[in-house]
């Protein structure tokens, strides 16, 4: 197999030990598999950007990742995006949202991000999360105005709760994804991880982008109360699964030393119990 291949079966191992292994399970067969097929694209060139190469190699990387989904979309592709063909058929999947994923991956090859203005955040959440949930959308059936309004939401209330979540597992990277307004709003001055990581003050930067994450939520949740539970169910459970580690972060509080806060096997079942099965049971009642 081609270096860095996609496989749905692969990425079906890799995610069971996700958040959105859940949700993904809850699709029919040929969405699920479209949904394992993106996510293993992601995570390969996600693991490129996080790579141990020189920072030219890993942009080298991606840029042969970039001619591969330019073939893929030429109707040539290569055996690492073959998985790929079919979804892209079926759900009319966009080129442009993949090569945005792989802007995304760039930003981080790049340059360790650090302290980021909040258009530059804005921009970064918009290819590495929203692109993700731009073909996500299609493969659920939520087209027009309202999926790409979804996929908005949805991926910025995702991805600034990954970011809080992973406030320790960047740093160790080089990495600070807090937005420098919140960060200059708590008195934070600094940009170097380590460093702001320890300020009194922190709770304070991250409270202010946790807000805006459920800000986000919640617009999420009123695009999805207009379509039936058939088309919404994985993704509300994605809300739902992220919702629950961003509320257990904030009461958990900001200071170090932070225990990890992850989706558990417990919380994730009933998660799943209320807002997957549960919930099909009482639509069929009514």
Known sequence: MESGATSPAGAETSVSRSSFYAAMRVLPAEQRRAMFAIYAFCRAVDDVADGRDDRQARLADLARWRMDV???????????????????????????????????????????????????LDLYCDRVACAVGRLSVRVFGIHGQDGTSLAFHLGRALQLTNILRDLDEDAAKGRLYLPREALLAAGIGEIDPATVLVYPALGKACATVAERARGHFTEAHRLMA???????RAPRLMAKVYQN???????????????????????????????GLFDVKLRREK
Not at 102 to 116: K, L, T
Not at 226 to 232: A, E, F, G, Q, R
């Open 70 to 120: 330019e073939a893929l979309f030429r109707g040539a592709p290569t055996s690492r995006l073959r998985a790929l063909s079919e979804p892209i058929r079926t759900f009319d999947l966009q080129r442009e949202d993949f090569l945005s994923i792989i802007d995304g991956m760039e930003m981080d090859a790049r340059a360790d991000i650090r302290a980021p203005d909040q258009a530059t």
């Open 226 to 232: 207009k379509y039936p539970l058939s088309i919404v």
């Open 245 to 275: 580690i961003l509320e257990r972060l904030a009461a958990r509080g900001w200071a170090p030393p932070r225990r990890p806060i992850r989706a558990g096997g417990a919380s994730l079942l009933w998660i799943v119990l209320r807002h």
